[in-house]
């Protein structure tokens, strides 16, 4: 048995000091005040170190919900991009269908609109955004309103066109009772 210097036989615990090991590890595990001082220690290190432990899943939980969050942000931005692209890509269609057909079919021979073509687009439109429900509102108010209103001033200008040609009709029938003789003028006239 080694006996050594004063300093080793100290209990780190309470703090007393002993004239050898064999002593000090007698009184480490049978005084029942240091016992108490001891496990007092070691409940507190066992705290400490679960505290430590629930830190870190803490801060893991919070890595991984941020990840989560940038996660989501990325595919609601990449969702909604794509959705952009999809729209533009619609409107240029429809706004080509429009152009194309607007030479030749805004108006049949008699000078009445003719935009069936034009509400096609727009009834097709509203299907798709059926399809969106979180859109779908607000836009749909929009084209419905837009639908309407093309309506009306179709409805508008279809009249206008009706009163304008049975007065063209009404002043072409006085004309030709009265000068039967100018007819060719007239006609030169009327296409100009
Ligand atoms: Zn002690």
Same mark, same amino acid.
């Given at each position: ?15 007393? $000091? ?13 005084? $029942? ?29 919070? $890595? ?35 152009? #194309?057909?607007? #030479? ?89």
């Amino acid at each position: 048995m080694n006996e050594a210097n004063e300093n080793d036989n100290n209990c780190d615990f309470c703090k007393k $000091k002993f004239a050898s090991k064999y002593n000090l590890n007698l009184h480490q595990k049978t005084a $029942k005040f240091c016992l108490k001082i001891q496990a007092d220690y070691f409940k507190e290190q066992k705290e400490k170190f679960v505290k430590h432990l629930n830190e870190e899943k803490e801060r893991e939980r919070e $890595k991984e919900e941020e990840k989560e969050e940038k996660e989501k942000e990325k595919e609601e931005r990449e969702k909604e991009e794509k959705e952009e692209k999809e729209r533009e890509k619609e409107e240029r269609e429809e706004s080509y269908d429009e152009d #194309d057909e607007e #030479d030749e079919d805004d108006k049949d021979e008699d000078g009445f609109s003719n935009n069936v073509s034009i509400l096609k687009n727009q009834v097709k439109y509203l299907l798709m955004l059926l399809n969106d429900e979180r859109k779908k509102t607000r836009q749909m108010e929009q084209v419905i309103s837009s639908l309407v209103n093309d309506i009306v001033t179709n409805a508008l200008n279809d009249s206008n066109q009706l009163i304008r040609m049975s007065q063209n009709r009404a002043e072409n029938n006085q004309g030709e009772e009265d000068d039967e003789d100018d007819e060719e003028y007239d006609e030169d006239e009327d296409e100009n």
